[in-house]
């Protein structure tokens, strides 16, 4: 007995001796995320999540202004567009080093242009640096501090994908020395903080870069800047509110918006509701699948469902309603598209008797010949989806249209769904802050055309758009795109997207990119409490 | 001593079959999801499907998964296309950590209350209604409660984070008090079984003092199949962990489970389950040991 119990001793002393304890400099930052990505190397994943921290770490060529919201110089001082649109020529600073002490020059823009395109490995990598990049075919190195990025058709998106992460630029050395599988808990770039330790699963840690001149002219760095961050991951949304409330965050991203709305007015929080750039929550409709192959029908579903409710109970108002297919703060967004479809049952139900639906036995549902008219809605269990899919079966059963749901449990099986196309609405989206986006959604034979609608015409908008370089004749041409897609209904839109960040109070400074998910840390400074 | 090795592979085996054919009846995979997110073309991800062997029979991806297997490779993550081995070995020690403590803190805090809830005294209330809690409320909930009262609203101690021990007394208090469950409950029935029997009766009448009849006569016949119930709570520790880690932020195998479960990402789910069976195989089989060892009559 006496030997089992110091065995135990033991035991316990070491299973609690190890704990690293880790020396916390004067002002340092405890950052909440809300899901762990499966990897965090820009070029290689892919999720907005990793962009919180890793917009930290890397600067890019050119940035786009939070407030202005216009594309400004970054690493890139100038820049030249040819006369066709197909060639880019950036000047560079010539005053930037890498957080290893590698000079920044037009070579190692190369270099990450020759990673991001590198395919020598099986290519599990996801493509969306390279996808972002579009119609690239090539560069040119001018000198140390010109490169001229050429490429095989106009792409007006260019400058909008070369100020997001993903096309963050990265230390050659450091790509030399690490390999792929491993770059990314060695990332180094140039950016106002430095990556200084990565413990998966756990916490992300970075120190701030001492020598960060370079930053563009909407970021200056504050007196009593965040001397360190530290990320977490808080994947269970009911424990948020807690460690925020226990001090052992300064601040968190998506909030349950009920434990948002408790928190508004407190004195030691502040919620940073901040609208993310893209398309809203929405049921992409499949034309193909009886009965959503009638446009009169779905109109019909559109006019039946209350987005207002569902901002009003599941979203407990944080979120403005969603009327088309990109959100109000997403570029070339239409006004027009504001108050399409308003909620009206009377007119739901007027719509559905002209194409023939009635109820005929009397259960207050729409029939069919072999029996209710039902609706079969596929959506994924995050995001408030379960919520506000139940919301949307009882305001249809209202005008006698029976929905079905059928929850998914992760990503892979959202997609497999819809790959098999037995649905009617399917919840999905993607963010962005250029419209161009929408491609993949409405192109017939774009990836993620689950609404299976197809026409030339809208085709032809769509690529017009994403070759064109005007503004004002890109703005015309998204009105008419997003005109379209609601006069043939193919989404239901329900809400803008609201990231609800909540910050300390003694967190001052704190603003989110145009994209709506990465913060600007190089303005945050600490309070000192006292 | 060869038996019992045979009974754990083919257990090993088997568990290892079971989910290799379990994954594959869902649709999907994480691969597929990754690529497609990102903007990959149908042919591309069907032609870096080609590459990785992904579109062989299934029975062909059985034999290669079984032969890795038995090289001790559990093969790369269709996430992100890093070894198993290696994702799983730096998420070890923390579940390990999380686990072992439980299960210390566990083992006497169960006989205890078990022994407590057996005996007639006044407190025996008190015991019985800590172990109905302990084995019917979920971990999720004790978890959440235990985060609101004793971080957010007490501040005792964190409730997230694994570079501070602090860190670990919320996590270990709650796991322990679920594994405890059990071990008291058949602590108690044994130990109420034992006061029945005529011996304890002999002792009585033989005019030997309470406690001693209690300890000696009492509690070390009763405690004796409560070993096995604690290798049997190791499975249940596999459990808790994922709904711990998840609750309390903490890196682990737990966490990884649950993600790689929802992401699809087949090998890194197979790779854990492997790890866990092995684990749990192990842990009954040194309990089949210790009891041989500790009870006389096993040896014969």
């Not at chain 1, 490429?151 to 030399?176: C, I, K, M, R, T």
């Not at chain 1, 109970?313 to 297919?325: D, E, R």
Request: aromatic residues 10%.
């Amino acid at each position: 007995m006496r030997l089992s119990t110091s065995l135990l001793i033991l035991l316990l002393v070491i299973l609690t001796a190890c704990g690293e304890e880790v020396e916390t400099p004067e002002r340092a930052i405890n950052y909440g995320l809300t899901l762990e990505p499966s990897g965090f190397d820009p070029h290689i994943n892919q999720s907005s999540e990793l962009g919180i921290i890793f917009r930290q770490v890397y600067d890019t060529l050119v940035y786009r202004d939070p407030t202005t919201r216009e594309i400004v110089p970054g690493l890139a001082t100038s820049w030249g567009i040819s006369e066709d649109g197909l060639s880019y020529t950036f000047t560079l600073r010539d005053d930037v080093v890498f957080h290893d002490g590698t000079p920044f020059n037009a070579q190692a823009v190369a270099a990450n242009l020759e990673r991001i395109f590198d395919t020598s490995d099986p290519g599990l990598a996801s493509q969306r640096s390279r996808f972002m990049l579009g119609s690239f075919n090539g560069y040119d190195i001018i000198d140390d501090n010109t490169i001229r990025l050429r490429l095989s058709q106009p792409y007006s998106p260019l400058l909008d994908s070369l100020s997001q992460v993903y096309l963050g630029v990265g230390s050659p050395a450091a790509f030399e020395e690490y390999g792929r599988d491993v770059y990314q808990f060695y990332q180094v770039g140039t950016g106002p903080y430095i990556l200084e330790e990565f413990v998966p699963g756990d916490r992300i840690v970075l120190r701030i870069n001492p020598d960060y001149t370079w930053g563009p002219a909407f970021m200056s760095r504050p007196d009593n800047a965040p001397q360190q961050i530290t990320y977490r991951f808080y994947t269970d949304p009911a424990t948020r509110r807690p460690v925020l409330e226990a001090q052992e965050v300064d601040v968190i991203g998506e909030l349950v918006p009920t434990d948002a709305r408790s928190l508004v007015g407190s004195s030691d929080f502040r919620i940073l509701p901040t609208p993310v750039a893209g398309q809203p929550l929405q049921f992409l409709m499949n034309t193909t699948q009886y009965p959503t192959d009638n446009t009169t029908f779905r109109q019909a579903l559109i006019y039946a469902t209350s987005r207002e409710e569902i901002v009003d109970t599941v979203f407990q108002g944080f979120s403005p309603v969603a009327w088309g297919p990109l959100t109000a703060n997403t570029l070339y967004y239409s006004r027009d598209m504001q108050g399409v479809y308003p909620h009206n049952a009377q007119e739901a139900r007027d719509l559905l008797a002209s194409i023939g639906f009635e109820d005929m036995d009397g259960n207050g549902f729409l029939d069919t010949s072999e029996g209710d008219l039902e609706v079969v809605i596929v959506h994924a269990s995050w995001g408030f989806l379960p919520e506000t899919v139940q919301l949307i079966q009882d305001q249809w059963r209202e005008i006698g249209v029976r929905a079905v749901l059928e929850p998914v449990a992760g990503f892979p099986a959202l997609i497999a769904r819809a790959n098999e196309g037995d649905y009617n609405l399917i919840a999905f989206n993607s963010f962005g802050y250029d419209p161009s986006l929408l491609n993949e959604y409405f192109l017939s034979n774009g990836s993620n055309n689950f609404t299976n609608f197809r026409s030339p015409e809208l085709d032809e908008l769509l690529l017009q758009a994403t070759r064109e370089l005007s503004p004002s004749v890109r703005r015309g041409l998204y009105g008419q795109i997003q005109a379209a897609i609601m006069n043939q209904a193919l989404i239901l839109p329900i809400r803008d997207y609201v990231n609800l960040n909540a910050a300390s109070s003694t967190v001052q400074g704190l603003e989110f990119d145009a994209y709506g998910w990465h913060p600007v840390m190089n303005n945050v400074s600490i309070l000192n409490e006292s | 001593m060869l038996r019992l090795l045979l009974s754990a592979l083919i257990t090993v085996w088997l568990a290892a079959s079971l989910v290799f054919v379990l994954l594959r009846i869902l649709p999907g995979d994480a691969l597929e999801g990754q690529l497609l997110q990102g903007g990959a073309s149908q042919t591309r991800i069907d032609q870096v499907r080609d590459e990785l062997g992904l579109n062989d029979s299934l029975s062909t991806q059985y034999m290669r998964y079984m032969v890795a297997l038995a090289q001790g490779d559990l093969g790369f993550s269709l996430a992100n296309g890093r070894s198993v081995n290696v994702i799983i070995g730096e998420r070890l020690w923390p579940t390990v950590r999380l686990a072992g403590l439980a299960l210390a803190v566990a083992v006497p805090l169960g006989l205890a209350c078990g022994t407590l809830a057996a005996l007639p005294t006044v407190l025996n209330r008190v015991g019985q209604v800590a172990i109905m809690l302990a084995i019917s409320v979920p971990v999720y909930w004790t978890g959440t409660l235990a985060i609101i009262l004793f971080a957010a609203q007490l501040r005792w101690f964190p409730a997230s984070g694994s570079s501070d021990w602090r860190a670990l007394i919320l996590p270990v208090a709650v796991l322990s008090f679920h594994t405890m469950g059990e071990i008291a409950r058949v602590t108690q029935v044994n130990v109420q079984a034992t006061q029945q029997q005529f011996f304890v009766t002999v002792a009585r009448a033989r005019g030997l003092t309470s406690g001693i009849v209690q300890w000696r006569y009492i509690l070390r016949p009763a405690l004796l199949p409560v070993i096995s119930v604690i290798a049997l709570q190791a499975g249940f520790l596999i459990g808790g962990t994922v709904i711990t880690e998840m609750l309390f932020v903490r890196a682990g195998i737990g966490r990884l489970l649950l993600d790689s479960t929802i992401n699809q990402d087949y090998p890194v789910v197979q790779g854990i389950v492997v790890l866990s069976t092995v684990v749990y195989v192990l842990v009954n089989t040194l309990a089949d040991l210790t009891y041989r060892l500790v009870d006389p009559r096993m040896r014969v």
